[in-house]
């Protein structure tokens, strides 16, 4: 970065040319007759620590009229994101007019967590790009909107930051007069520091269609130069100078789908201050990473390396960030619920994980670090307000020590598979894109450690091919990214706003008799319509209705909609709730259905009953769960209801054994014979906590009411699904499968009442029929099989020998076609009917009375397949040949592929048409390694 020069004087500032209009004022100050300028003073000294500097912001804001938020969980409640990106998130469905403002007046202010992880690429590479940041915001929902939003923020940088003017420049959308007049005639910003940029840097849009307007953003100067005259120009591009510290969006329009721009009736402000770096700018630190949000993390890698950080190479340093920057990553995410796994947010987790221990790999650290780092990051999150941090870090470190261990198990797994890509590689001197992606990819090594060990082995890499991998795998994560879509179910939401929230009866009855139809939309075109026809496929939204809406693990329900005079028939295959409108999804297969028509809406009992019976179970398990495995620390981690079965995830540090299981089984069972009522009831989250209710971690409650079923002395959790009314109704519970699908997360699938009995017919049947075979009744069937595996393996073994005997007894006939070339034993032949193992067994009774001096080659064919062995002695080793080298030359001449030590080695080849041509330029290299010597 350009090194800071001294700043001229400052410009005029924060005093604006005319009041505030008194609407505006009203909402965001104490009293109707405060302006913008009011609020918090001038401190004595600017808040330079990360902390003053967070408490700053919101307590600046909170003296506007402004209510403190707290920062929502990473989990975001958006289904279309994978992770909070953005400190607006949270607050979505109130800029889109789908929920009420949380507080009056209408404004608030927060301090976000997010990730992001588009750029991960960059970071360490780059002085400000993060995975984990906080984002600082002001937020308004018509409570005052551009002039005011600008003043506040202007007072923030220059009057409580103390931040001289003459380092910060302005940018706005080159069409939005106001924003520029404000800057430049109220505030006093120079009009060459006000820069007009276009839609694509200063126009921001949630979506295609839906709520969007201009943005402007404030800049921190690095290395400001004398005052500009009007026709200079400034570049904002310059990132080396310039520095986005703060940017204001005005939500003042509405685009249609054909573009079109109508004013919104509200208009809302939306805002973000990056924490990290706003941090930088104060304490004059050259990066992100030289501030107190990072520093104790270095000094934790600095004790791990033994390297002082200001000291360390460029590599090294770009290592210590990507640690420091992904343990602040991991913890949060850990904290907030997420686990480590192969798909959405759980592959983030783990990718984050693995990207820590490679770096530190890379920096010379064998010993593990999750242990260490996320707690460092755990600990200083705490001191800044965060929780769940301290009520989460004895299972947040396990769960990333337990990742941290298997990463590094398949980290020793790769440097085996990187020995054989190199071995494999050593004819052709290059090393395949594909084979160092999969490097890369799979097992954890960073291209250039590849390249390393590739120099080593004289070799080069390929990597154009590689740079495609990378591309194609950009592709998908691209594709597979969530952006903030507003506009997803737009014709149900605004159907459903317009209706009101749908009413539920279906705790207490399964038939609506008079269901009046508010909103139809078809599903095919999105349209919201007043007419649907039979065939069509639609979501009908009910004032009232039975239907469970899918939720909390438990499926919509199924069912009808019928006419009260008939007519109308449409079959409900699901159900869903869409911002509080619950949306019936089916086709009509008779009638029509219109907006104001009265229908009877019509649960099936039959897949009802079955659903309660296995939701009421799944809370039992949980119970049984805790009850038996009382060594480990069980939490729910997700869950299925239907009629069919249940599914139950569930956070474990180890699988429960066969007998545990078992256990669990007889115990859930026993409660179900028991015959214990459910009892629900409805009361607020601090009393259903004082009264023992479980809650699923992360799940976002109402603390003024929430639903509690309990099963007295067994059972009592946070739901709003349908349940039995006594155990017993359950019937029976069998557990059918238990295994994990994720690290330190268990799946146990069971089965209740009526659903068992499939499952126990087709397990009879084929006992009957095992039975049958075998000769033996259904109590003796493990012991008879038993016998049976003993019996195959003891003559398995005898085959094996004799197979042994006879490739012995082959060999010795080739002894006397022994050739001997330049004082070495060279036996290569065929042996046909032979399999691997007896290949091997001939190949070393051979070697054997060859002596250290010989070198045999065998191959066999079969079925179209060829099996290669070669044996070296030590003499001939010493000589220039490797056994790996001349077999993996062979079988790739036979479309095959193998390799191992220079004494012994085994490959298989698919062409078998190619064998005698391959046997002879493996000769051929064997000729002429040994003529060199």
Not at 109 to 135: L, Y
Not at 417 to 445: H, N, P, Q, W
Request: glycine share 8%; proline share 5%.
């Amino acid at each position: 970065r350009t090194p800071v020069r001294s700043a001229p004087a400052p410009f005029a500032t924060a005093a604006p040319q005319q009041p505030p209009p008194a609407a505006a004022t009203a909402a965001t100050a104490a009293t109707p007759s405060e302006s913008p300028s009011a609020g918090s003073t001038k401190p004595s000294k600017p808040p330079v620590l990360s902390s003053e500097i967070r408490e700053a912001f919101l307590a600046h804001y909170a003296a506007l009229g402004h209510t403190r938020m707290p920062s929502a969980s990473l989990i975001p409640e958006d289904p279309t994101l994978l992770l909070n990106v953005a400190g607006m998130v949270p607050f979505k469905p109130v800029f889109l007019g789908f929920v009420d403002p949380p507080c009056d007046p209408p404004c608030v202010t927060s301090a976000q967590k997010c990730i992001r992880t588009n750029d991960i690429d960059n970071v360490g590479r780059t002085t400000r790009h993060h995975t984990f940041f906080e984002m600082l915001g002001n937020f308004s929902f018509g409570a005052y909107f551009k002039e005011e939003a600008i003043h506040m923020a202007w007072r923030f940088l220059t009057e409580v930051m103390q931040i001289d003017p003459a380092r910060l420049a302005v940018s706005v959308f080159r069409e939005d007069d106001d924003a520029y007049d404000i800057w430049v005639n109220t505030v006093g910003v120079p009009a060459s520091r006000v820069i007009r940029l276009d839609e694509e840097d200063n126009f921001w849009a949630a979506g295609p269609t839906g709520p969007c307007g201009p943005c402007s953003e404030i800049y921190y100067d690095y290395a400001p130069q004398s005052p500009l005259s009007a026709d200079s120009a400034i570049d904002l591009n310059d990132d080396t100078r310039f520095v986005e510290i703060y940017n204001l969006v005005f939500m003042q329009y509405n685009r249609s789908a054909a573009g079109d721009l109508t004013p919104l009736k509200t208009k809302c402000i939306d805002t973000g201050l990056g924490l990290e770096r706003l941090c930088a700018v104060v304490q004059h630190a050259p990066s992100n990473f030289d501030t107190d949000l990072f520093r104790p993390l270095l000094a934790e890698v600095e004790a791990l390396t033994a390297v002082a950080y200001p000291s360390a190479t460029p590599a090294q340093q770009v290592s210590f960030k990507v640690i420091a920057d992904h343990a602040r990553a991991t913890a949060h995410l850990a904290a907030d619920g997420v686990r480590p796994s192969n798909i959405g947010r759980g592959y983030v987790l783990r990718r984050l994980v693995r990207r820590m221990v490679r770096h530190a790999r890379m920096l010379g650290v064998t010993e593990p670090i999750m242990g260490r780092l996320p707690e460092v990051a755990m600990v200083m999150a705490a001191a800044a307000g965060y929780g769940e941090m301290e009520e989460q870090r004895a299972v947040v470190l396990r769960e990333l020590a337990a990742e941290e261990g298997r990463f590094r198990a398949t980290l020793d797994r790769g440097e085996v598979k990187l020995a054989e890509v190199i071995e494999r590689a050593a004819a052709g001197k290059v090393i395949s894109g594909d084979d160092a992606f999969e490097l890369y990819d799979t097992y954890g090594f960073p291209l250039e450690l590849t390249e390393e060990a590739a120099a080593e082995s004289g070799l080069a890499i390929d990597r154009a091919g590689f740079e495609a991998c990378m591309a194609s795998q950009r592709e998908r994560a691209r594709a597979a990214r969530s952006s903030v879509d507003v506009t997803a179910n737009a014709a149900l939401a605004e159907l459903g706003r317009a209706a009101g929230p749908t009413q539920f009866l279906g705790y207490a009855q399964l038939k609506v008799p008079g269901a009046v139809v508010v909103g139809v939309v078809d599903r095919e075109s999105g349209e919201a319509l007043e007419v649907a026809e039979e065939g069509q496929d639609v979501a009908v939204l009910l004032a009232r209705t039975p239907f469970y809406a899918e939720g909390g693990g438990q499926v919509g329900d199924r069912g009808a909609l019928k006419g009260i005079d008939a007519g109308l028939h449409l079959e409900v295959t699901d159900v869903r709730s869409v911002d509080g409108a619950w949306a019936h999804m089916g086709e009509i297969s008779s009638g029509t259905v219109r907006v104001g028509q009265k229908v009877s809406a019509e649960v099936d009992a039959w897949s009802r009953g079955r659903i309660r019976a296995h939701h009421t179970a799944t809370h039992l398990l949980q119970a049984a769960l805790k009850k038996v495995l009382v060594d480990l620390e069980i939490s729910q981690a997700g869950s299925l209801v239907n009629a069919e079965r249940l599914r139950f995830d569930f956070s474990a540090s180890r699988a429960p054994t066969a007998a545990e299981l078992v256990q669990v089984e007889e115990l859930i069972n026993s409660w179900i014979g028991e015959d214990h009522p459910t009892e629900v009831a409805s009361m607020s989250l601090e009393d259903a906590q004082a009264a023992g209710a479980v809650a699923m971690f992360g799940e976002k409650y109402d603390k003024s009411a929430v639903r509690v079923v309990n099963v007295p002395g067994v059972s009592m959790e946070l739901c709003g699904g349908t349940h039995v009314g006594r155990t017993s109704e359950i019937g029976a519970f069998k557990i059918v499968s238990e295994t994990g699908i994720a690290a330190g997360v268990r799946r146990i699938e069971a089965l209740c009442g009526l659903a068992i009995m499939p499952y126990l017919t087709i397990r009879d049947n084929t006992v009957r029929e095992l039975c049958g075979m075998l000769k033996t009744r259904p109590e003796e069937l493990c012991s008879r099989v038993g016998s049976l595996q003993d019996e195959l393996r003891s003559s398995t073994k005898e085959s094996a020998a004799l197979r042994s005997e006879i490739a012995s007894a082959k060999s010795l006939a080739l002894l006397a076609s022994a050739e001997s070339i330049s004082s070495t034993s060279v036996i290569i032949s065929t042996l046909d009917g032979v399999d691997a193992d007896g290949l091997k067994s001939a190949a070393e009774s051979l070697l054997a009375r060859l002596g250290d001096d010989g070198a045999v080659l065998l191959a066999s064919a079969a079925d179209g397949k060829v099996a290669l062995v070669a044996a070296f002695g030590a003499a001939a080793q010493k000589r220039g040949l490797n056994a790996g080298k001349v077999v993996g030359a062979a079988a790739k001449m036979c479309g095959g592929g193998g390799g191992g030590k220079p004494g012994f080695a085994q490959a298989g080849g698919r062409d078998a048409s190619k064998l005698e041509e391959a046997l002879a330029a493996a000769k051929e290299l064997v000729v002429s390694k040994l003529a060199k010597e």
